[in-house]
């Protein structure tokens, strides 16, 4: 067929790339020399290398300023960087066809090198790392397989704009090289003599671009310490850092290793079958002190919380995703915690606080060692395939938002179970991915962090989840001393008030026998039988009213501190139903442009004839929905202005007879809009009496109620809804059961049903897996019952579908 002459007329253009776009796909990318020299230490890495030397060469001469002093002035012309490894070295056809070729992508499909390590590169733009250091390059390579090579580059050529960059060119010489000999003359260091170079490559950069001072080299150190695998990865990878004119400053680049800790956590996920294994190492208790003092504590307690497994220190154990999650979770976010990937992760817990609490019996610490490995190799880190991805875990960067998680739930540990949380100055951590298990966890184009997709959010969320594990077994440890610590404060306050009363009983029966001393003279009083029972019953009389009225003291101020504690509590409740209930507060809102409509209605003066037309049946229904929305306001606003009335703040001999027929009140109608029955149980023959605070009793039964609504948004089968609640009394304890026929507490607790009273435990997540529920409201419940004594249970019923929970409360004798 023949062409067309407008076919014949038509040319492709290639496209031309200037040299300057060279320069800013690669220089670019490194806005700093310190990340140019660790992006050449991984290629060192990438080649399979097992030793790598950094080497500064930094001639410097001293000046005498006028005012006396000393200034070191750095000799530019002469300084310059090596960069020194044993790897496999380059082939010509190496270098021409990869180490040549700007983006070249044979790391990203040979990503394995032949010592099985997964390579760091991908980009292709490695080499420009050179080109940010300084303008010179030579390179020496020695290969098993081709004839040793010396590579010369010129980077000023990237600097004229009129240059394309098929016109830059870098020179290769096949040379006689020896790479020991050659380092043996100029680089004298005792590891360089030791260490094996049958094979390897030499980066030597001269002309620097920026002044190396002593604070910036010993900057790149720093890095390199942070970059370098740890000993845990046990990779086979030496760096040496070396500086020519300061020759005992630096030497090998030691890595983080922990081996004083109070806690560490080793978790392996695995995302095909969507469950963590665990290995926990507890090393906080002084154990010879925790048996000698506080075995007794230990007598009935289930491991892993038993003294056998504290005394073992490590315990193992696995969890399914939903028990870490503590829900059911959506097909979504199943794929992404299964996209994800797995990995494994180290986590360490070191306080560093010199004070040790008397209720802990904590073992000793080295403060100032702490905080120096802290401040050295602290951060929960990211590697993948064994380096450093940055900034996480650098000083300040709180990526996994430890800081905000306190400021949340700011209680000290074992105060109460699952409440604490960890600070993120006390920590250290290695998360190890890899571009094999985790391509979806994608580094940024300038390789300085990854790409925060969905992906990276499951991450995170999932890494917040295996924390949590740690915290909630610290606090369970801890609280048992914590409540130990309690009883015993009680009672050493109960001796110090018995303590107080016999003295001041003794001073008066002293001062009145003084007094009738001082009346009969200094000659004895009759004689009288009973004198001495007399003043022990004397004693004896003062010393109750004395402990009377110092337990009244006290008591008053208990309840006047906790008088607030219940406002806060009730304040909490009420903040957590309005919340649940929002979307009737917007339907609310959304109906107020009816007003409009009204107004318009009511100015039309309507006949009685027409009274029966669409439009003013329009006008009437607006005026209904209108009536309907003011009774949902009205509603709302009483039961928040009730629910802090000032009496509600008072501790009283509560009915709970008028109590409970206000809470129907106040739900009814709420429930029968959503086709829910809420039944109250109660003898009427009965007088149920509990000496509480009313705020107190809104927010369990409030709570239980929002929880239940919350609950049948989530039920897929057909029935009728209905809430019972059933009291009754046996001996000296009220019961209360409370009950609901909803879907029940999800299968994700079965290992720790307990576990739904901690804070901040919410069934209610996004689809990566992070908490959208606030997760107080059982929480708030099993606070009030044990400030009450009482207990809250939670009951199995195979007859009965739905959630069961029985509380109880002991009654005051009058």
């Given amino acids: 067929m023949e062409k067309t002459e407008k076919e014949d007329q038509l040319q492709k253009l290639p496209f031309k790339v200037s040299a300057r776009a060279g320069k800013l796909l690669g220089r670019e990318n490194f806005s700093n020399a310190e990340g140019a020299i660790i992006e050449l230490v991984k290629n060192s890495y990438d080649a399979d290398a097992k030793n790598c030397f950094v080497i500064f060469d930094i001639p410097f001469k001293i000046e005498k300023l006028d005012d006396g002093s000393e200034k070191k002035v750095l000799l530019n012309d002469l300084t310059q960087i090596f960069i020194v490894d044993n790897g496999e070295?380059?082939?010509?056809?190496?270098?021409?066809?990869?180490?040549?070729?700007?983006?070249t992508g044979n790391k990203e499909k040979d990503y394995i090198s032949k010592e099985d390590r997964i390579k760091t590169g991908a980009k292709g733009i490695g080499r420009f790392a050179l080109d940010r250091l300084g303008y010179t390059t030579e390179m020496w390579t020695v290969s098993n397989k081709d004839a040793s090579y010396k590579w010369q580059m010129d980077w000023t050529q990237f600097d004229n704009p009129d240059q394309?960059?098929?016109?830059?060119?870098?020179?290769?010489?096949?040379?006689?090289?020896?790479?020991k000999k050659y380092l043996s003359e100029i680089l004298s260091f005792p590891e360089i003599g030791?260490?094996?170079?049958?094979?390897?490559?030499?980066?030597?950069?001269?002309?620097?671009?920026?002044?190396?001072?002593?604070?910036s080299i010993e900057k790149v150190f720093k890095s390199l310490e942070a970059l370098i695998p740890p000993k845990e990865l046990n990779i086979g990878f030496d760096v040496s850092f070396r500086h020519v004119q300061e020759p005992k400053q630096f030497g090998k680049v030691e890595t983080a290793f922990f081996n004083d800790f109070d806690y560490k956590i080793v978790a392996n996920y695995h995302a095909d079958l969507l469950t963590v294994d665990f290995e926990m190492t507890r090393n906080e208790l002084d154990l010879s002190e925790v048996k000698k003092k506080y075995a007794f504590l230990f007598k009935d307690a289930k491991a892993p919380y038993d003294l056998a497994t504290l005394e073992n220190k490590v315990f193992k154990y696995s969890r399914k995703i939903q028990e870490l999650f503590k829900v059911d979770l959506s097909n979504e976010a199943i794929e992404h915690m299964s996209n994800l990937g797995s990995f494994?992760?180290?986590?360490?817990?070191?306080?560093?606080?010199?004070?040790?609490?008397?209720?802990?019996?904590?073992?000793?610490?080295?403060?100032?060692?702490r905080r120096s490995v802290l401040d050295r190799f602290g951060g929960v880190k990211i590697y993948r395939d064994s380096f450093r991805v940055r900034p996480y875990g650098d000083p300040h960067n709180d990526w996994l938002k430890l800081g905000s998680r306190v400021a949340q739930s700011p209680a000290g540990a074992g105060q109460r179970i699952g409440d604490w949380r960890v600070r993120p100055e006390p920590t250290a951590g290695i998360i190890k991915i890899s571009r094999k298990n985790n391509p979806l966890l994608i580094d940024k184009s300038?390789?300085?962090?990854?790409?925060?997709?969905?992906?990276?959010?499951?991450?995170?969320?999932?890494?917040?989840?295996i924390i949590s594990e740690f915290e909630v077994d610290r606090s369970k440890i801890l609280n048992v001393f914590y409540k130990h610590s309690v009883i015993e404060k009680q009672k050493a306050q109960e001796a110090e008030i018995d303590r107080r009363a016999q003295l001041l009983a003794e001073d008066i029966v002293q001062k009145r026998k003084a007094a009738e001393e001082k009346v009969y003279g200094s000659s004895k009083r009759p004689p009288d039988l009973f004198q001495q029972k007399k003043e022990e019953e004397e004693k004896k009389s003062y010393e109750d009213a004395f402990k009377d009225t110092f337990k009244k003291i006290e008591n008053e101020r208990i309840e006047n501190d906790n008088e607030e504690i219940v406002q806060v509590r009730a304040l909490a409740s009420l903040g957590l139903i309005v919340s649940s209930f929002s979307h009737e507060l917007k339907e609310i809102k959304n109906n107020v442009d009816d007003i409009t409509d009204l107004e318009q209605g009511i100015e039309i003066l309507v006949p009685d004839e027409k009274k029966?037309?669409?439009?003013?049946?329009?006008v009437k229904n607006i005026i209904e929905s209108l009536r309907s929305d003011t009774q949902k306001i009205v509603h709302w606003i009483d039961y928040s202005l009730n629910a802090i009335k000032k009496d509600k703040r008072k501790r009283t001999n509560l009915d709970l007879h008028k109590y409970f027929d206000l809470l129907y009140k106040d739900w009814i109608a709420l429930l029968e809009e959503r086709n829910i029955k809420l039944n109250i149980n109660k003898d009427k023959k009965v007088?149920?009496?509990?000496?509480?605070?009313?705020?107190?009793?809104?927010?369990?039964?409030?709570?239980?109620?929002?929880?239940?609504?919350?609950?049948?948004?989530?039920?897929k089968v057909i029935r009728d809804r209905k809430i019972e609640l059933s009291l009754n009394i046996d001996v000296d304890t009220l019961e209360v059961l409370f009950s609901d026929n909803g879907p029940g507490l999800s299968k994700s607790f079965d290992h720790d049903r307990e576990s739904i009273f901690q804070p901040f435990i919410t069934s209610k997540i996004d689809r990566n897996g992070k908490e959208i529920g606030t997760g107080l409201g059982m929480y708030l419940v099993k606070n009030v019952v044990d400030d009450y004594n009482g207990e809250v249970i939670i009951l199995d019923n195979d007859k009965e579908p739905g959630f069961h929970l029985k509380l109880y409360f002991p009654l005051r004798k009058t």
């Fill in 344 to 369: 494994e992760m180290t986590f360490y817990y070191l306080k560093f606080i010199s004070s040790q609490k008397e209720e802990y019996p904590y073992k000793k610490i080295n403060q100032r060692e």
């Fill in 687 to 715: 007088k149920y009496f509990l000496r509480a605070f009313e705020m107190d009793m809104s927010t369990i039964f409030s709570n239980l109620i929002s929880n239940s609504i919350d609950a049948f948004d989530n039920l």
């Fill in 89 to 103: 070295g380059m082939t010509r056809e190496t270098i021409e066809d990869y180490w040549m070729q700007i983006g």
């Fill in 164 to 179: 394309s960059i098929s016109d830059i060119t870098a020179t290769i010489n096949p040379v006689d090289f020896n790479l």
């Fill in 612 to 618: 029966s037309k669409q439009d003013f049946k329009d």
């Fill in 446 to 465: 300038d390789r300085g962090s990854l790409q925060e997709n969905d992906t990276f959010e499951a991450f995170r969320n999932l890494i917040i989840r």
């Fill in 194 to 215: 030791k260490t094996d170079f049958k094979t390897g490559t030499i980066l030597k950069i001269s002309n620097l671009k920026d002044d190396w001072f002593d604070d």
